[in-house]
Each structure stands twice: as C-alpha cells, then as structure tokens.
C-alpha cells in the first residue's frame, strides 16, 4: 500500500486556482523530488499536503497511510506522522529549540520523553549538523542566519523521525558548504528508518547526494512530466523551458 496518495487534486488560495488534478503516489521508503520554475505551484502543494487552511481543496483527495486527511488539521497529520520543513521557517520567541523539538516529540507519541535519552539524540544530530551546541537554548529561529533556520528544519526532521518529511526549498539561500551539511542530514534521514521524502525544490544541489527514486515537474499548477533520476541531468542541461511550452 502506497503511503501517500493523491488523486486529483486541485487548489485555491483566495479563490484562485493554484493546482489542478494533481495525481501523486509516494511509497514508503522512497524519495520524490518536485521541481519546476519559481511560481510553479510547489509550495502549494505542500502547504496543501500539511493541512494549511489557507489553501483549499476544490476537488480530490488526499490520503496518508491509508487515511483520508481532507478534513483534518495540521497538528493530526503532524501526529500521523507527516513533517513540512519550511522555505521561510518563522521564530518562536520564548521557546528554546530543545524545548520545541521535545514538545513536539512528545505529542508526536504521547508519552513522556526521556531527557537523558533526549538530550544525547539531539547532540548527536547536531554535531551531524556542524550547529554549536548552544543553540539548542536559544529560541526557536530568533537570530539564527539563515543557514542555521534551515539546519534547526532538519535537525527537528532528525529527531523526529515522520513517515514522510516534506522539504520545501530548504536549499534556498543557502552557500554550497551550508547545502552539503544539509544534504548530508536528509541521508542520515533516509538511512535512519523506513521514512519517506517529498523534496521540493528548483534547484538541483541539494540532490547530488541524495538517492532519488522519482521526480515530478510541476508547471503552471500542473504535473507535466514524471521520470526517474535521470530527469534531473535533463533540467541541469535545458532548464524548465522545454516543459513550459
């Protein structure tokens, strides 16, 4: 059984259609990557995917592991075990980092979490990460550069282990040494369990190292094209120009 479904999708955002009949099927395990020109309709999808209530289903469905999410909020699909990392994550005044991850750790399972346990798992990720420690006692995103917003997105994906991670754009703005160390968190990722990725990207950087099982291109709200890996040296060479017409 796929773990993510999504069949003919469409969407508005203040009753505009953004994407139309959108066909998706994502297994366990596997790494999807989306791609398309700036405005395509790929965060869309995202947001859409994570239950943002700003953005409207007009038709389809949408069902994760097994369950139909249509109506559900995003805090039951987080718990179900899906995670959106953010193109722009937002800061969190008040609440550390550590503090944040555990919380959600802690809806996540409902059960009590083990600071000791905790702690070392959250070091070990970090170092991972090349993040100074001390930023664990920060709060959330509250005068981190943008590289380390980004780090702190994977280092919450790390730690808590979805079923299925969405990234979107996380190698945006980001120096080639800040996309490695990145990079290099989405593999532990994959390598850690059975989780599934969803990449949502216009650039190809982040993917050099990563296994990638499928791409989708996306063009003006609408899947034009799915292939295999092989699909991303073909937009390396020509660009989405080919797709648009």
Known sequence: ?????????????????????????????????????????KSTLGY?????????????TITFDGQVLNDLSADKRAKAGMFLSFQNPI????????????NALHEQTGQPVKLFSFQKKLAAAMELL???ETYADRDLNVGFSGGEKKK?????MLLLQPKLAILDETDSGLDVDAVRTVSQGVQAYQESKNGALLIITHSTRIL??????????????HIVMTGD???????????FEQFEA
Do not use: C, W
């Open 1 to 41: 059984m796929a773990l993510l479904e999504v069949r003919d999708l469409s969407v508005a955002v203040d009753e505009k259609q953004i994407l139309h009949h959108i066909d998706l099927t994502v297994g366990a395990g596997e790494t999807h990557v989306l791609m398309g020109p700036n405005g395509a309709g």
């Open 48 to 60: 859409t995917l994570m239950g943002n209530p700003g953005y409207a289903l007009t038709d389809g």
């Open 91 to 102: 800061e969190v005044p008040g609440v550390s980092l550590s503090s944040f991850i555990r």
């Open 130 to 132: 090349s993040m100074d």
């Open 152 to 156: 702190a997105e994977i280092l919450q």
């Open 208 to 221: 050099e190292a990563l296994h990638v099982d499928t791409v989708h291109v996306m063009v003006k709200g």
């Open 229 to 239: 890996a092989s699909l991303i040296d073909e937009i390396n060479a020509h660009g």
